[in-house]
């Protein structure tokens, strides 16, 4: 009787590649959390799976693509962006998202990202940020905190990091989020929100990475950030008008709150190329 109650097929079984686990992720890794997330968004949307496609760049969490069952795109350092603006482009009926890590899209990918938010292409964006290059070694990377420590920051970071919902603001998406990996409703719910939004949309989810982050910083376990993020957490409305640029600042070693929410969440024109077709013959030459 036992063996009848225990479901012969999981759920995401036909949208995440059971075929490659175990996967490359440490223990106390984020990253699977919110792929798990993704999935889950993607059967909730009614988009029929055919037309989701994935893409990233390098990084931990840009392996999140070799894991899903989808079209999927694994590209060069910091150019996913651009492999997602051209799919979408030349193939506007596809749910485009590009699954990746603070270090691919804010370091190397930087420019990209700032320009696809300023000319709002209706791409999804997840980025994950677990404050380090974690692939690699544990390396300073944008967003690690001012004064935390890494392999090539021993005695501290000197530079002040990214602030990712006030960047993406400034640049023109036109919605952004922040969560943690504690906040897996949260994470599922606006990923399914954006998948219906159109636009350029930015979703910032915090990961720990007791390896890579973790170990230089005394956040031994990926256990030890979550209840970080647990005790901490507190919700915030939008920018810059209900939520300052200070609070939006992040040091897990610090004890200051660590303010999550939906940031940005407003209408403006999708970006759409002019073709030739479409322009006045006069200008045509």
């Known amino acids: 009787m036992a063996h009848a109650l225990v479901a012969e097929k999981h759920p995401l079984d036909d949208l995440i590649r059971t075929d490659r686990m175990p996967h490359i992720w440490c223990p106390g890794c984020g ?41 999927s795109y694994h590209t060069t350092h910091g150019r996913p962006i651009p492999f997602a603006t051209g799919l979408k482009l030349v193939k506007p009926e596809l749910m485009v998202t590009v699954f990746s890590g603070d270090g691919d899209l804010a370091a190397i990918g930087g420019n990209h990202l700032i320009h696809a938010a300023r000319r709002n292409v209706d791409i999804k964006v997840i980025c994950i940020n677990n404050f380090n290059y974690g692939m690699t070694g544990g390396q300073v990377g944008p967003t690690t905190p001012l004064g935390a420590k890494t392999t090539t920051t021993p005695y501290g970071n000197p530079e002040n990091p990214f602030n990712f919902p006030y960047l993406l603001a400034a640049a023109g998406a036109v919605f952004v989020s922040r969560w943690t990996t504690i906040h897996a409703r949260q994470v599922k719910e606006d990923i399914l929100y954006t998948f219906h939004k159109p636009g350029f949309t930015f979703i910032e989810v915090l990961a720990p990475c007791p390896v890579g982050f973790g170990k230089s910083n005394n956040i031994d376990e990926g256990v030890e950030e979550m209840w970080l993020y647990r005790r901490r957490c507190v919700l915030a409305g939008r920018v810059p008008d209900e939520t300052p640029w200070e609070a939006l600042q992040v040091d897990l070693r610090e004890e200051r709150p660590i303010v999550v929410g939906r940031f940005v969440d407003e209408e403006r024109p999708v970006y759409r190329p002019v073709r030739l077709e479409d322009k006045p013959s006069e200008h045509r030459g």
């Not at 909730?44 to 989701?52: L, M």
């Open 31 to 71: 990253i699977g959390i919110v792929m798990r997330c993704y999935a889950q968004a993607i059967l909730e949307s009614g988009i029929p799976v055919e037309q989701h496609v994935i893409v990233s760049g390098i990084g931990c969490a840009a392996r999140t693509p070799g894991y899903m069952n989808l079209d």
